[in-house]
């Protein structure tokens, strides 16, 4: 989604804007802009593209100055164009806004700001209506003016606005849209996302809903909704900015993929004990509750939902307890039967993803408790859940996600693994195996990522199909959906998943000649029906290649190629048969010369619903 960055102190703030910006182009955008405040008057830039359009456009510019905002927009209201590009400006040019999120009244405020205050617009978006807004309610007082604001707006928003008349603040507030300020020394940052800052502070304030930022060189001051100070704890970031640098790879998903046995260590050791029990250090769900819990949701979106649907048959398996899994924009917009003996498990990379927010939100109206799995710390599902299960993925750059749906797994592993041990429902002589295979996971990957170029040559012959379908039963099911929008995602190639039992249900009119079909069949007990499914597609003269388990040479007579996953029990499949189908994804993507970290139309960060 869109990124935000401002800036005030002794510093160009240009250069620091321009390189905070950058550092979120991950997030996808279409077009970037800058505003400054340079003796007095605003200067603004914007371009269509890359920020790189607008480097080289203010490249001979003088934009010297102390204070300024940017943006990179990634279009919701009106076509990607220099135009629509942010900052917006007030009628008379003194406030510059830029924004995130939406403002579903705008059309209202709209018509208001032109028939009362004889308001003419040039672009087609939401934000120019607050930048009218904020110009029309100015009396010399930014923070003022940007109160009376968003008292009259409704949606969900992080807002940064400065003013040509007072060089000495930038002014910024959220509603339901990240928002951060970072703390320097006679300077200060505000930012939509952590790696935008990473280079220049570590300290930070994490800033809650329906707060005010004023920050002025000197400080950086917080106020609530009605303009009372707030005093807010600093956060210390601990992750530094190499960790957001591509370190000689590629792209950012592949460093991410081959990331993954580190990451699964990390989070693994976090949460294990010497005595091999986990331990839920800052998780203060009981032991009565968990044997009292009726009924478990799993929520979450894209990815996050696909690694919510392995964790359905694990807690299933382990907890004894039914689990319902939903996609978090259809969860919130149902009447679900969630009650006080609810538990709610939101699953989320970003912590960020609106849908998944509002799901959270129901769910803990009704009662439930509400548990998150969540990679960035510090973000919003993480503070409005009870408790948090903390991926330790580190930043996850590339749109497509990689390690960040792994370490999810890992979690669900040990959440459910723990529930089972907690309530009896799981005998410690399997529990303890399940932890040895999951002790193990980290040095089989490896072994994958070892064969890399393997996978990389099979593509040579497959990556210009124009559909290609996955299939898979049980736990592996689960994995071809993933392993299917890894694919889609970032090879815009036509790619759907199924149970491969569902097949004859109709989607097999679909096989034919050409068609290619990703079998994975690495469930032990699964394997003959797979058998069967295969046989259905290679009789529809499809070609297949599989994913098994290695000694399982068998498959191999039913298969164009076949990649092997080291040996492990059924359970433990997903972590490891989804590593192949990410690096087939990549490679693929990379033949065709896609943009791999920044897929077309998508965003790391989805905060509109
Ligand atoms: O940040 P989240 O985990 O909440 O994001 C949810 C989805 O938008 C995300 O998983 C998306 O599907 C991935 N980028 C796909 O690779």
């Known amino acids: 989604m869109c990124g935000i960055v401002g800036y005030i102190g002794k510093n160009n703030a240009k250069d620091v804007i321009i390189e905070g910006l950058k550092k979120l182009e991950y997030r996808g955008y279409d077009s970037a802009g800058i505003a400054i405040n340079q003796g007095g008057k605003l200067k603004i830039k914007k371009h269509v593209g890359g920020i790189q359009n607008l480097e080289n456009l203010i490249k001979k510019e003088d934009m010297e100055s102390h204070l300024g905002i940017g943006h990179t927009r990634w279009a919701t209201h009106g076509a990607p164009s220099d135009l629509n590009a942010h900052p917006h400006v007030s009628m008379d040019g003194n406030i510059a806004v830029v924004h995130n999120g939406i403002i579903e009244n705008y059309?209202?405020?709209?018509?208001?700001?032109?028939?009362?205050?004889?308001?003419?617009?040039?672009?087609?978006?939401?934000?120019?209506?607050?930048?009218?807004?904020?110009?029309?309610?100015?009396?010399?007082?930014?923070?003022?003016?940007?109160?009376?604001?968003?008292?009259?707006?409704?949606?969900?928003?992080?807002?940064?606005?400065?003013?040509?008349?007072?060089?000495?603040?930038?002014?910024?507030?959220?509603?339901?849209?990240?928002?951060?300020?970072?703390?320097?020394?006679?300077?200060?940052?505000?930012?939509?996302?952590?790696?935008?800052?990473?280079?220049?502070?570590?300290?930070?304030?994490?800033?809650?809903?329906?707060?005010t930022l004023v920050v002025t060189a000197d400080k950086v001051s917080i106020f609530d909704e009605n303009r009372n100070p707030v005093e807010r704890e600093v956060f210390h970031v601990t992750w530094d900015a190499d960790a957001a640098e591509k370190g000689g790879y590629d792209h950012f998903m592949l460093k991410e993929i081959h990331e993954q046995p580190k990451a699964l260590e990390d989070t693994l050791s976090r949460r294990l004990g010497e005595d091999g029990l986990i331990n839920l250090d800052g998780i203060s769900m009981t032991k009565d509750e968990i044997e009292n819990f009726s009924k478990i949701y799993i929520v979450a979106c894209g990815t996050a939902y696909h690694a919510g649907l392995v964790g359905k048959t694990l807690i299933e398996k382990y907890v004894k307890v039914p689990v319902e899994i939903d996609v978090a924009s259809e969860f919130r917009y149902r009447d679900p039967f969630v009650d006080d003996k609810t538990l709610f498990i939101a699953i989320s990379q970003s912590g960020e993803t609106l849908d998944t927010l509002e799901a959270l939100r129901v769910a803990k109206r009704k009662g439930a408790r509400v548990l998150s799995i969540v990679n960035v710390v510090g973000s919003t599902v993480a503070r409005e859940s009870d408790d948090v299960f903390y991926t330790w993925a580190g930043p996850e750059i590339a749109v497509a996600s990689t390690k960040a749906y792994t370490t999810q797994l890992m979690c669900l592993y040990l959440l459910s693994l723990h529930m089972g041990l907690t309530k009896g429902t799981l005998e410690r002589a399997k529990y303890d195996a399940v932890i040895e295979e999951l002790k193990a996971v980290s040095d089989k990957i490896?072994?994958?990522?070892?064969?890399?170029?393997?996978?990389?040559?099979?593509?040579?012959?497959l990556y210009n199909r124009d559909n290609i379908f996955f299939i898979g039963r049980g736990l592996d099911s689960a994995v071809?959906?993933?392993?299917?929008?890894?694919?889609?995602?970032i090879s815009y190639i036509n790619s759907f998943a199924i149970a491969a039992g569902e097949l004859k249900h109709g989607t097999i009119a679909l096989m034919a000649p050409g068609t290619l079909v990703i079998s994975l069949a690495t469930q032990d007990k699964l394997f003959e029906k797979m058998?069967?499914?295969?046989?259905?597609?290679?009789?529809?003269?499809?070609?297949?290649?599989?994913?098994?388990?290695?000694?399982?040479?068998?498959?191999?007579?039913?298969?164009?190629?076949?990649?092997?996953?080291?040996?492990?029990?059924?359970?433990i499949t997903p972590l490891l048969s989804i590593v192949p189908l990410q690096l087939f994804a990549y490679?693929?993507?990379?033949?065709?010369?896609?943009?791999?970290?920044?897929?077309?139309?998508?965003?790391?960060?989805?905060t509109v619903e």
Do not use: H, W
């Open 107 to 211: 059309v209202e405020l709209k018509e208001m700001l032109k028939k009362e205050y004889s308001c003419e617009f040039y672009s087609d978006t939401d934000t120019e209506v607050i930048a009218k807004l904020i110009g029309v309610l100015y009396e010399g007082d930014l923070v003022d003016a940007v109160y009376k604001a968003v008292d009259m707006m409704r949606g969900a928003y992080a807002i940064g606005a400065i003013s040509a008349s007072e060089d000495d603040k930038l002014v910024a507030v959220r509603k339901d849209a990240p928002l951060i300020a970072g703390i320097g020394d006679g300077e200060n940052y505000i930012a939509s996302d952590i790696p935008a800052l990473l280079k220049f502070v570590k300290e930070i304030y994490l800033i809650e809903n329906n707060e």
């Open 446 to 461: 490896r072994l994958i990522l070892k064969d890399s170029a393997k996978i990389e040559k099979l593509t040579k012959k």
């Open 480 to 489: 071809a959906y993933e392993g299917s929008l890894k694919l889609k995602e």
């Open 531 to 571: 058998r069967s499914n295969m046989q259905e597609v290679i009789a529809r003269d499809a070609d297949i290649v599989s994913i098994a388990k290695e000694g399982n040479e068998s498959i191999e007579e039913q298969s164009e190629a076949v990649i092997y996953i080291p040996e492990c029990a059924d359970e």
């Open 587 to 606: 490679y693929v993507a990379k033949r065709r010369n896609c943009s791999i970290d920044k897929p077309k139309n998508l965003a790391k960060s989805v």
